[in-house]
């Protein structure tokens, strides 16, 4: 495969020698609920009118009471974790570029696709790291948040 060719990878474990720039997959879906708007206010401290008060929230030109931003954003996280292409990252090494495009409320259903945007090796050659970036969509296929998360990963070993 060649860098640039847009393909979806293949379910299974994937270690930075398996990815190549173009390359895609979609998670799962999942469906925000009230209780994890509450829950995420509670465990931030963000209790935010626009999160907690429809009539407030409606007043601001929203359906009612919206999800929190991070919510959305740690919501998809857990999605990539759990997808059919199990990327053998090590750590996370950041956020950037993340965009609230439209309002996520209670009842939506979202999920991603996530494509692999530039990757590189470290200075030590053991590992890579991999731009990653992030199409959050909801049930109705409404973009709602995209962005970029940048993944330490492992390499495949030789047997």
């Not at 495969?1 to 393909?7: P, Q, S």
Request: some cysteine; proline content about 2%; glycine content about 12%.
């Amino acid at each position: 495969m060649t860098d640039g060719a847009r393909t979806e990878l293949p379910a299974g474990q994937a270690y930075y020698d398996d990815l190549h720039v173009g390359g895609f997959f979609a998670t799962g879906r999942i469906t925000v609920t009230e209780a994890h708007i509450m829950a995420f206010a509670g465990m931030s401290g963000d209790f935010f009118d626009v999160h907690m008060d429809d009539e407030f929230a409606r007043a601001q030109g929203f359906p009612g009471r919206i999800a929190h931003g991070l919510l959305g954003l740690c919501l998809v996280d857990g999605l990539k974790n759990r997808a059919g292409v199990q990327l053998q990252a090590v750590a996370s090494l950041g956020w950037s570029d993340w965009a609230f495009k439209a309002p996520i409320v209670a009842g939506d259903t979202i999920g991603a696709t996530i494509t692999v945007e530039e990757m590189r090796l470290t200075s030590s050659g053991d590992r890579g790291i991999v731009h990653l970036g992030f199409d959050v969509r909801n049930q109705v296929d409404v973009l709602v948040q995209s962005g970029r998360n940048a993944l330490l990963m492992r390499r495949r070993t030789e047997e």
